[in-house]
């Protein structure tokens, strides 16, 4: 079962869609699907349905809806991705994470919920390691994440179990980023990097030309398994 429901924004002010998938019978957890720069696009409401039918309560917010509200574009149309590119140059991340415990609030004091997770890809993939930095979340994984190496500096705020997944061959994360990523996190405690030799920035996408089915699915079941056991 999907809907679309209006969660409150953290400050009040106003309220964002999200689209949430709920399983068949009471949820295990919750899971937060944050959206690459293409909206809440099938791929991600996908991502959802399919946390659905492993038991869990699967919401994605609208991280747009203050400038593109229900935007929704496909990274295989060429100006549809240039779209998705002006739309990240305007985009605030610390809006996201609000955003993602705006999120983390409304599914524990409306949904009875009370373990929350979250996956993230690309853009997602950033505030992932940003909502494991900034907020209580109980576990995050984020996927061919943006920008990470630019906050290294907040990793001793991380608390809760953080899992990356980073393609060796990301157009968009280079080497030296990734290596830094490495030289900052490999030791720590709460975070579990897997690398993915070869494979390029958008792999585990649900459809397209992007995606590499056995990249995908081995990255998928390190999530599954990563999530259940850290939300149980």
Sequence with gaps: MSEMVQVPAL???????????????TPTAAIIVIPEIFGVNPGIRQKCDKWAELGFLAVAPDV???????????????AELE???????????TDGVYDIEATIKWLRATQGITKVGCAGYCLGGRLAYM????????ASVGYYGVAIETM??????IANPLMLHI???DHLVGPEAQAAIHGALDAHPKVT???YVGLDHGFAAEMGNRRNEDGAQLADGRTVAFLKANLA
């Design 64 to 78: 747009f809806w203050r400038f593109a509200p229900g935007v929704e574009l496909n990274p295989d149309v060429q």
């Design 193 to 195: 990097l897997h690398d």
């Design 152 to 157: 290294l500096d907040e990793a001793h705020a």
């Design 131 to 138: 909502a494991a930095a900034r907020t209580d979340i109980d």
């Design 11 to 25: 400050d009040g002010s106003a309220t964002f869609p999200a689209y949430v998938a709920r399983p068949a019978g």
């Design 167 to 169: 393609p060796t061959g």
């Design 83 to 93: 779209e998705a590119f002006g739309y990240y140059q305007q985009y605030d991340p």
